[in-house]
């Protein structure tokens, strides 16, 4: 099983060079710290910014520079800043290439949920509903079971959803799937020692096993 | 030049009355109006309607509001940060109408540019669809979603003039732009008030038109709500 870091490290490996990339609250905010650093990407903060630089040192930190997780961060080189509605109108628009961001259910047809919990958990969608309404490219991290073990890989969301037929890639705390445009989970790779047995019975949505699936090589 | 200044907090926000419709710019607790929440806690009102992407902490920022009972409802994209909203929400003392970030900047936007209504792709086939029409352009579904306007918009920028043009900073700029432009009277405090003129005009933000009262804020305390450092 893949720690969160091994699943932000293994997502890492999607980023390709020349991308402007919108990172989620979570997991994927922990990608930054695998991409390579010979790629020159683009981080965009939702709430106003392209080019977000390391988090700051003790001496260097400012209130007014925040990501969407609400942690302190500094600027990259090159960075610009901008207004909430400028912000999406370059997620609607299309020019962001890349969306990262952490999910509670992904059904086998590629919606996904992760803004509440009826009657328990109401925290909101934040941008995440306009995010998965507009990109190209939808990566989700997740866990592949909750705490009680339950599948969170589903033939339909049980939960209310935020977007319809957008995931393209899951990765998991297990395996590395693709969503299939007819639906169903791809398996593409293992988790080092999971099986994929293991695979297939922690997941309830329609697993699409073809051929020999390797194991995540970790550099 | 119209000189916009008022004296402090208290006299920007004398005459909001209850049952009335705020604005508030920021994002999390960055670039919140601190003078003028502070100053509204003072005012014998209630049943307000708050508009602004977050709800607080709760012994911070709108937090504080909440706590008093001064809101009937929030308008806002994610509250995940205040136990007392939550708690409120869900035991139905507070009414909430959650939506998408990019629907409500853009909802603002479109208040203080008078466009009544926009096509969005955000929200198609979940809860918020809901109620609304949709159509489809070029094969893909968007729904429509009318304009935000307020009785009074409330924002802080980082430098002000006395005609009202403000400049932020970072990423405290986040909704305070658009705020400024969708409220019939639009509060805008700043760190630092300068005579008009002073301002270079090429770095301008929010032009002083869109702005009713300035004036200069005191005591900031820019409380950061993850502070988070490099190792």
């Known amino acids: 099983m893949l720690t969160k870091e091994q699943i932000a490290q293994r997502i890492a490996k999607e980023v390709k060079t020349g991308q402007y990339i919108n990172l989620g609250i979570g997991i994927p905010t922990l990608v930054a710290n695998y991409i390579p650093q010979n790629l020159d990407v683009v981080l965009q903060s939702e709430n106003g910014l392209l080019g977000i630089g390391p988090f700051p040192t003790d001496d260097n930190v400012d209130p007014d520079l925040i990501n969407a997780g609400k942690q302190t961060i500094t600027l990259a080189k090159g960075s610009a800043l901008f207004n909430s509605a400028e912000s999406f109108a370059m997620i609607r628009g299309g020019h962001v290439h890349l969306t990262i961001l952490g999910a509670m259910e992904v059904s086998e047809n590629g919606d996904i949920a992760n803004w509440k919990i009826p009657g328990k958990m109401v925290k909101g969608m934040g941008g995440a509903m306009d995010l998965v309404a507009s990109a190209d490219n939808i990566i989700v991290a997740m866990q592949h079971c909750s705490k ?48 994929v047995e293991e695979i297939q019975s922690k997941t309830a949505g329609k697993l699409i096993i073809e051929g020999d699936i390797p194991e995540m090589i970790f550099d | 030049m119209i000189d916009k200044t008022v004296k402090n907090a208290q006299e920007a926000v004398a005459d909001i009355p209850s049952n009335c419709m705020l604005m508030m710019g920021g994002f999390g607790l960055s670039g919140i109006p601190e003078n003028c929440i502070s100053a509204i806690l003072e005012l014998d009102i209630d049943n307000l309607t708050i508009v602004s992407n977050n709800a607080g ?24 940060e205040n136990a007392e909203f939550e708690r409120q929400l869900l035991s139905g003392e507070l009414e909430v109408d959650l939506i998408p970030q990019g629907t409500l900047a853009e909802r603002v936007r479109a208040g203080g540019a008078g466009i009544p209504a926009f096509f969005t ?24 979603e009318s304009w935000l306007k307020a009785d009074f918009s409330i924002v802080k920028a980082w430098k ?61 305390e820019k409380r950061i709500e993850q502070r988070t450092i490099s190792r």
């Open chain 1, 148 to 195: 009680s073990g339950e599948s969170k890989l589903l033939p339909e969301c049980s939960l209310p959803i935020t977007g319809v037929k957008c995931v393209k890639k899951i990765v998991s705390d297990l395996a590395v799937m693709e969503i299939s445009p007819d639906g169903g989970f791809i398996l593409k790779e293992r988790a080092p020692g999971v099986s």
């Open chain 2, 57 to 80: 902490v709760d012994d911070f920022g709108i937090g504080l509001l909440l706590k008093k009972r001064m809101v009937k409802k929030m308008i806002s994209s994610y509250v995940g």
């Open chain 2, 121 to 144: 792709p955000a929200g198609v086939g979940t809860e918020v669809a809901e109620g609304k029409e949709s159509r489809e352009f070029d094969g893909k579904t968007y729904l429509l």
């Open chain 2, 160 to 220: 002000g003039d006395t005609a009202g043009n403000l400049i932020f900073k970072g990423t405290a700029r986040n909704f305070n732009p658009l705020m400024a432009t969708a409220g019939r009277i639009c509060i805008a405090e700043v760190e630092e008030l300068v005579p008009a003129g002073e301002l270079d005009p090429n770095q301008i933000h929010t032009p002083g038109i869109y702005v009713q009262r300035i004036f200069q804020g005191v005591n900031y």
